[in-house]
């Protein structure tokens, strides 16, 4: 079935530098979620990209969906300490349940 | 205050015993879902259920089972087939199955001995 593979698996950055974490497909997403899942807590929804080529952006975070809808990628600019977590993209497989990248942990050192 | 409850937070059990893990919405959702979560796995879809009375398996059901008997209440039974069933368990729901945010739960950490 689909997968949505998401790379790096990890990344740590120094307080202030950017963070960039992608998300690869090999079939065309009708859609993509992102959320973020703070160190023992669980995931909260951040975003859905539906549209080709579409950016949105919520304050330091700047996610975009590719042109052939098949990636996606989440931009922090200047991280910061509370940044930290595993960011997961989220896909629907063939108009079911969503399905989840493995995620990528972002730590972030002060 | 709405929102998803699951409980308990941490479940201790032994091996051969089957255990249900509670997963209560009241906010109204049509859609909910059962999660494992690994270290290094992601998040791995168990059960879902579009609506009372129906659920599909995921990825991973075998060793599960679920029951959709009112619409805010979705309990997984993880039973004594399942291998490996020490995990992080998540229930979310939405508002319908496709193209709708997910509400996570707080989650159940279950450990089997």
């Known amino acids: 079935g689909q997968q949505v593979m998401q790379i790096p698996q990890y990344q740590h950055v120094q307080e202030g530098e950017d963070f960039t974490t992608y998300c690869n497909s090999s079939?065309?997403?009708?859609?993509i979620q992102w959320y973020k899942q703070r160190p023992g807590g669980h995931p909260v929804f951040l975003i859905q990209?539906?549209?080709?080529?579409e950016v949105k952006k919520q304050k330091r975070l700047t996610f975009q969906f590719g042109e052939a809808k098949k990636n996606s990628s989440l931009h922090i600019t200047a991280t910061q300490t509370t940044d930290v977590g595993t960011y997961f993209c989220?896909?629907?497989?063939?108009?079911?349940?969503?399905?989840f990248g493995k995620g990528t942990t972002l730590s972030v050192s002060s | 205050d709405g929102g998803i409850t699951q409980s308990p937070k941490y479940l201790f059990r032994k091996e051969g015993q089957n255990v249900t893990l509670s997963c209560e919405q009241n906010?109204?959702?049509?859609?909910m879902y059962w999660y494992r979560q690994d270290p290094g796995q992601g998040l791995r879809l168990i059960y879902y259920?579009?609506?009372?009375?129906?659920?599909q398996k995921g990825d991973i059901a075998e060793g599960y089972s679920v029951s959709r008997e009112k619409k805010e209440s979705f309990p997984l039974t993880v039973t004594s087939a399942q291998k490996n069933p020490t995990a992080f368990y998540l229930c979310?729901?939405?508002?319908?199955?496709?193209?709708?945010?997910?509400?996570f739960g707080p989650g159940t950490r279950l450990t089997v001995t």
């Open positions: 259920s579009q609506i009372v009375n129906d659920f």
């Open positions: 989220a896909s629907p497989e063939g108009g079911t349940a969503l399905i």
């Open positions: 079939t065309t997403l009708s859609n």
């Open positions: 906010l109204n959702h049509d859609a």
């Open positions: 979310a729901s939405s508002i319908r199955l496709l193209g709708y945010e997910q509400y």
């Open positions: 990209l539906v549209k080709s080529g």
